[in-house]
């Protein structure tokens, strides 16, 4: 079992969509947790930090669940810019050095 | 204000011929992390060094060898590289250890190919 696991789609959406990416991770005593935005080709950018009360920033709200041991990513009114790979990280707690990156979910907006 | 940066963006080296990649940093961060990442793939860590101290992942092939002789620039050595090792090799940077919640700062990568 891989210890960050994602649907890597691709999420082919319209415009002004709301559409939701999960993550599962399988070590429980994770302790931070992250979404990255990868575009092609690019390097992976920080998008939001993951909180256990949960967290919003613009059209983006990331939530995380202990006992089931997954993180979302909730993007409204999506956008053609949203288009990407977004990758959920998970600290890995016998190094606090190290991320876990899941394989990361496509997404696609279309006009 | 490019704050992590990597040179070359694209190199290309013959099969078995060592190939050296850079990586410069301007945050004056304390770990500096190097990353392959295959096509569809996850980032996978090879090694980081938290200051001068270095950390080899376990499975890091030997062929990959690293070098930070200063806190601002880190190396990555392949020295024999094979087909299998092309791919993107993304550097990192934090302030101090993620377990602080700080912040992973990538370059914007060197894609390698092997002919």
């Known amino acids: 079992r891989k210890e960050v696991e994602q649907d890597p789609g691709p999420f082919n959406v319209p415009e002004g969509a709301t559409v939701a990416f999960n993550c599962t991770y399988s070590n429980s005593a994770s302790q931070s947790f992250f979404w990255y935005r990868q575009d092609c080709r690019k390097e992976p950018k920080l998008l939001m930090s993951?909180?256990?009360s949960g967290n919003e920033d613009g059209r983006f709200t990331a939530q995380l669940n202990r006992a089931s041991q997954y993180i979302s990513l909730l993007i409204r009114d999506s956008k053609l810019s949203d288009s990407a790979t977004y990758l959920c990280?998970?600290?890995?707690?016998?190094?606090?050095?190290?991320?876990?990156f899941g394989s990361g979910t496509r997404l696609l907006v279309r006009p | 204000d490019a704050m992590v940066i990597q040179n070359p963006r694209y190199q290309v080296t013959q099969f078995g011929k060592p190939v050296t990649l850079s990586c410069s940093q301007t945050l004056n961060h304390n770990v500096m992390y190097w990353y392959q990442q295959k096509s569809s793939q996850a980032p996978k860590l090879l090694f980081h060094?938290?200051?001068?101290?270095?950390?080899n992942e376990a499975d890091t092939p030997d062929n990959f060898q690293s070098r930070r002789p200063n806190t601002s620039f880190c190396f990555l050595d392949i020295r024999s590289p094979g087909l299998g090792d092309a791919a993107m090799y993304l550097c990192?940077?934090?302030?101090?250890?993620?377990?602080?919640?700080?912040?992973?700062?990538f370059g914007p990568g060197t894609r390698l190919t092997v002919t």
């Open positions: 990192a940077t934090s302030r101090e250890p993620l377990g602080s919640r700080n912040e992973q700062y």
């Open positions: 990280v998970v600290n890995q707690m016998d190094s606090s050095y190290k991320l876990i």
């Open positions: 993951v909180y256990s």
């Open positions: 060094y938290y200051d001068k101290d270095f950390n």
